[in-house]
């Protein structure tokens, strides 16, 4: 079982049931974050992509707890430029063992820059994660991408149990596309994230659940910022 903890936006904290401590995507200062989070132990900094709502807390975290940074190559790059002690960049297809945790990238549809003085920065592409916990399990970290048809392929590969999938639509997919997503990868649980955070971000888990209505087998986890539920 693990222990998963919403940060707020697509910020998530996971805990083994051996204690490790995982961090996906932290942006602890995003207007949702619970403002009394405060991490005790971080094993492993997960990153899908370099846009600065999803890696605003990166480097304080690393600095912090001495924790290696895992993502793609041009990503890990970036974050040892700027100090970060401990990276581990790597590609799409490839696995790392990160103690109890496997960390797998694979493709998504999406951009990854940051703002820099000169323009935008390239931080190499996007992609999703796929984790394989110890008791078996393989769980999908969507990142910010859009539905795409090789999702089939991912469920054919990994047999995602539970999937993390964006639907606040403008910047991501939306409720209608995430539903598309659902039954390609074919995951009995789904975390709706990345919606709520800003005006812009529209879908809700009650119009995901509309559309999945046909799917009554496909549980869909709907909770606060701050609160934990065990998977």
Request: hydrophobic letters at 40%.
């Amino acid at each position: 079982m693990i222990d998963v903890t919403w940060l707020g936006h697509s910020s998530f904290a996971l805990q083994l049931e051996s204690g490790e401590t995982y961090l996906l995507d932290p942006w602890l200062g995003n207007p949702k974050a619970p403002k009394d989070y405060k991490p005790s132990r971080v094993d492993g900094i997960l990153l899908s992509h370099g846009h600065s709502d999803h890696t605003g807390s990166v480097v304080a975290l690393a600095a912090e707890f001495r924790c290696p940074v895992l993502g793609i190559v041009e990503l890990c790059g970036h974050f040892a430029s700027k100090g970060v002690a401990n990276t581990i960049g790597f590609n799409k297809g490839g696995t790392v063992k990160l103690g109890p945790l496997s960390v797998t990238l694979t493709h998504a549809f999406h951009s990854s820059s940051e703002e820099g003085e000169n323009g935008s920065v390239y931080l190499g592409e996007a992609c999703g994660l796929i984790l394989t916990v110890p008791d078996g399990r393989s769980i999908y970290f969507a990142g910010d991408t859009d539905v795409f048809g090789d999702m089939a392929l991912l469920a054919a590969l990994y047999k995602p149990e539970i999937a993390f999938l964006p639907i606040g639509d403008f910047y991501t997919m939306g409720p209608k596309q995430a539903a598309h997503a659902c039954r390609l990868l074919q995951a009995k649980t789904i975390v709706p994230m990345h919606y709520g955070t800003f005006p812009a971000l529209t879908g809700t888990p009650a119009e995901l659940r509309s559309l999945l209505s046909d799917f009554s087998d496909i549980r869909i986890e709907e909770f606060r910022p701050g609160h934990t539920i065990t998977l």
